[in-house]
């Protein structure tokens, strides 16, 4: 019978063993024979061939060591929607303190189309809708989906409210409400504020969801992944206003879009010089990676267009366009790293060896992870 391993044996003398004896044998004393051959009669050791070859570190059976999250395309939708929901919920109230009557009735529609399309699109995700009300059931404060349930049901409520007075004036109050109307006309005013006290919770907490899961990528980025949602909010909310009003009224949607953008792009910086660079790799190579990039540019010019040339109606609708497009490329390009990052054990080994003998170099001994090492 033969093997793999046939070509690390020694070759074949062709001289017999003797049994027993002083000779050789498990029980001789020879100088060549029994146990402690290789130790004797100047053999340390060295002479024996490796069995194994030096390999480098994969993974039991090359099997990936964090399963990925089971979150496809309903979920990023609902990651982008739900942030332009959150965004238009503050321009909204922003509008109503002003008296931008058309900026306010834009914002509170696409805030209600938004939080609609993106809360179907989680149901999808979830299989069914049993299962969203199964959330609400109970509130746990250090779970990030039970407090993103309430919080999107309270933002949901708030947003309703005003976006039925909008439908309503819209149609010249033919909608069949009867005394409800004079409920919902007192109701608006302060459904805008309840609203807005949710839009900020709305566009971060996801950000919070992904971080606080074990994949690599997500959780690496879970100080500054929050500010980059935020600002990348911004960015959709202030280019979903751009396209729908006219310029006489888009002045905070332009004030927003510009500070999004700087956020952004200071975000997405800090974001990736904090991470070890093997786990912002998927940030920044294959098709996430180019979603990212592009995600950059079109934020920075659609926030110079919005600067520059936001008084003119179609640099306005252009850029608007840009910075939606932005927005939800940095939403898809954020969850493909993530599921990217569980693909190859590299990026769970190596940060992790990073920090073992960060803690070692600065004589750490008594944690959890360096003690014993």
């Known amino acids: 019978m033969t093997s793999e391993y046939d070509s690390y044996r020694p070759p074949d003398t062709g001289k017999k063993k ?17 146990m402690f051959a290789g130790r004797r009669g100047g053999g340390d050791g060295s002479r024996e061939m490796p069995m194994v070859e030096d390999v480098e570190f994969t993974s039991y059976y090359g099997r990936p060591i964090v399963k990925h999250a089971p979150w496809g395309s309903p979920i990023a939708l609902y990651l982008f929607l739900g942030g332009m929901a959150g965004g238009c919920g503050l321009l909204a109230l922003g509008a109503q303190l002003t008296g931008r009557a058309t900026l306010r ?29 199964n959330m609400m059931r109970t509130l746990k404060v250090t779970s990030p989906m039970s407090l993103g349930s309430w919080i999107l049901s309270g933002y949901s ?7 039925v007075n909008e439908i309503d004036r819209l149609l010249g109050e033919r909608l069949p409400l009867g005394p409800l109307r004079r409920l919902l006309r007192f109701a608006e005013a302060p459904a805008g504020f309840e609203a807005a006290l949710f839009a900020t919770p709305l566009a971060a907490y996801t950000a919070v969801l992904l ?34 009003t006219p310029v006489a009224e888009t002045m905070p949607a332009r004030i927003l879009a510009a500070l999004g953008v700087t956020g952004d792009v200071v975000a997405m910086r800090a974001l990736k010089e904090n991470m070890h660079p093997v ?7 294959g098709p996430s990676g180019a979603k990212l990039e592009w995600a950059e540019r079109l934020a920075i010019a659609g926030g110079i267009g919005a600067v520059v040339g936001g008084g003119n109606r179609i640099v306005a609708a252009a850029s ?26 590299k990026y769970v080994v190596e940060p992790q060896k990073a920090r073992l003998a960060e803690r070692r170099a600065r004589g750490v001994t008594d944690d959890s ?5």
């Open 18 to 34: 003797r049994r027993g004896g002083r000779g050789g044998g498990p029980g001789g004393r020879g100088k060549r024979g029994g």
């Open 105 to 133: 009735r834009n914002t509170r529609l696409t805030a209600l189309g938004a939080i609609g399309v993106g809360a179907a699109a989680l149901v999808a995700d979830l299989g069914r809708p049993e299962r969203f009300l």
């Open 369 to 373: 992870i360096t003690t014993g090492a």
């Open 211 to 244: 971080a606080d899961t074990a994949t690599p990528t997500w959780n690496a980025a879970r100080n500054e992944l929050p500010f980059v949602f935020v600002s990348s909010a911004s960015l959709a909310a202030a280019g979903s206003a751009m396209v729908t």
């Open 320 to 345: 608007g366009l840009s910075l939606m497009a932005a927005s939800a490329l940095t939403r898809f390009g954020f969850l493909e790293a993530g599921i990217e990052s569980t693909k190859d054990p």
């Open 279 to 285: 786990e912002a790799e998927p940030l920044e190579e």
């Open 157 to 163: 409520a708030g947003a309703g409210v005003t976006a």
